[in-house]
């Protein structure tokens, strides 16, 4: 409860919640708020800002900020649903190194560290272009494989600190299983490490989506904000003056990604005394 306090009235933590909340009403409410539906194609194509069309119309006559207002949806879900399996394996993986050692550990630890070697974005690419099937799905699935390891790390070393405290050595004399020694003693005292990472490959996740969707390696058919910026590329918006076609969707991510940043650097500085008093 004290750490919640002190994170509240935090201006980092404040400023990241108040921006990710307003994309999470954009998202909820996007049916609401988009005055046309983001697949209709019958406004008249290339049209600059307007009353009728605020972003204009896209190459193919849709309206550009209902594509945007539909497409936090997207965006959104792939960074919340990769940032929540990327941290349950970080949470398994790292909590089993750091309890059992030895064997296990070597094996997790060598796995872990051939995914840190390896340079995320070009394995997401050449995973993304062999894999035929194209959709969110598959953006979830590359994402998600790459974006574990350095959590994994993290919390390995903090859960060979902890299980050398008394109360886990009281729970493994009295002969709790190791779940229960992992899962209720050891893993309370590491939350706030958890919740920083599930922001921090959040953030990684919303800005890799939009990057392989940039690229056009994702389902270019969907609405989300890396998409919009794939077909403003291919249809050359800068060319035709709709700078906002590119510059809009590019500032949600940027934005989105500010938020996810500002609220894993408050929780750092809630939970660690010395940042607090900086």
């Given at each position: ?108 630890v060598m796995i872990t560290n051939i995914f840190l070697v390896i340079p995320g974005l070009p394995l997401m690419i050449i995973i993304a ?150």
């Amino acid at each position: 409860m004290k750490y919640l306090l002190v994170f509240l009235h935090n201006k980092k933590a404040a400023v990241g919640i108040c921006i990710l909340l307003f994309f999470v009403i954009v998202a909820i409410f996007a049916p609401c708020i988009a005055p046309y539906s983001p697949t209709y194609m019958g406004f008249t194509p290339l049209q600059m800002s307007s009353r009728q069309h605020l972003l204009g119309t896209t190459a193919v006559g849709q309206d550009i900020f209902s594509r945007v207002i539909w497409g936090t949806r997207l965006s959104l879900f792939v960074g919340i649903i990769i940032g929540l399996i990327a941290t349950m394996v970080s949470v398994i993986v790292g909590l089993t190194a750091g309890y059992f050692g030895g064997l296990v550990d070597d094996i997790l630890v060598m796995i872990t560290n051939i995914f840190l070697v390896i340079p995320g974005l070009p394995l997401m690419i050449i995973i993304a272009a062999y894999i035929t099937v194209k959709g969110t799905v598959t953006i979830i699935f590359v994402i998600s494989i790459t974006g574990w390891a350095w959590g994994a790390r993290v919390l390995r070393s903090q859960a060979m600190t902890l299980k050398n405290r008394d109360f886990v050595k009281a729970s493994i004399v009295v002969g709790e299983r190791p779940s229960h020694v992992i899962f209720s003693d050891i893993f309370p005292n590491m939350l706030s490490l958890v919740v920083a990472n599930f922001f921090g490959v959040s953030l990684y996740a919303v800005l890799s989506e939009a990057g392989l969707e940039f690229l056009g390696l994702g389902d270019s058919s969907a609405v989300s904000w890396g998409t919009i910026l794939f077909w403003s590329q291919n249809n050359n918006a800068m060319l035709f003056g709709l700078w906002q076609w590119m510059v809009v969707p590019g500032l949600c991510i940027a934005l989105l990604g500010v938020s996810f940043a500002l609220i894993n650097f408050a929780i750092d500085e809630v939970t660690n005394p010395r940042l607090r008093k900086r």
